[in-house]
């Protein structure tokens, strides 16, 4: 029996995959500054915490765009992320949300997350997006299983 070597390369991607997101644990994230708990207890974002979390938006996903992750309402006072960028300032995010979403006794689970790998833009990309007119955003819903 013959070991191709792409069999070789896809094991390991997988293994760096896995150990990318057991790096990624609530146990993991980085403890915030005074101001920083300030900020996730704020009220705004513990109003926005309830909207999102509540029964009718089971489902519902929401990219965090300046914080690098998506979340979605998994229901029974669950949001769970589906994906993060493997970026130090998105542990941050992991972590305001997560003390935003404990104010309001809302689970918030790191179990299946998919960590992305972060690609520093270019100079061409940067001036692109500046130029590029934002598009409004729908509400986008999923089942959850």
Not at 62 to 73: A, K
Not at 118 to 123: A, H, M, Q, R, Y
Request: hydrophobic share 35%; charged share 25%; aromatic share 8%.
């Amino acid at each position: 029996m013959e070991t191709d070597i792409r069999d070789v390369i896809n094991l390991k991607q997988k293994s760096n995959q896995k150990n990318q997101a057991e790096n990624w644990k609530i146990d993991s994230l980085p403890k915030l500054t005074d101001y920083d708990t300030n900020v996730a207890l704020s009220h705004e974002n513990r109003i926005w915490a309830m909207n999102f979390s509540r029964l009718e938006n089971v489902g519902k996903i929401h990219f965090m765009e300046s914080m690098g992750f998506t979340i979605q309402n998994s229901g029974n006072y669950n949001v769970r992320c589906i994906c993060v960028t493997d970026h130090f300032e998105c542990r941050i995010g992991l972590a305001l949300m997560k003390e935003t979403l404990d104010s309001i006794r809302v689970n918030f689970d790191l179990e299946n997350i998919v960590v992305m790998p972060f690609i520093e833009p270019g100079d061409e990309q940067i001036i692109a997006d500046q130029n590029k007119i934002p598009e409004p955003k729908e509400n986008t819903y999923f089942d959850v299983v």
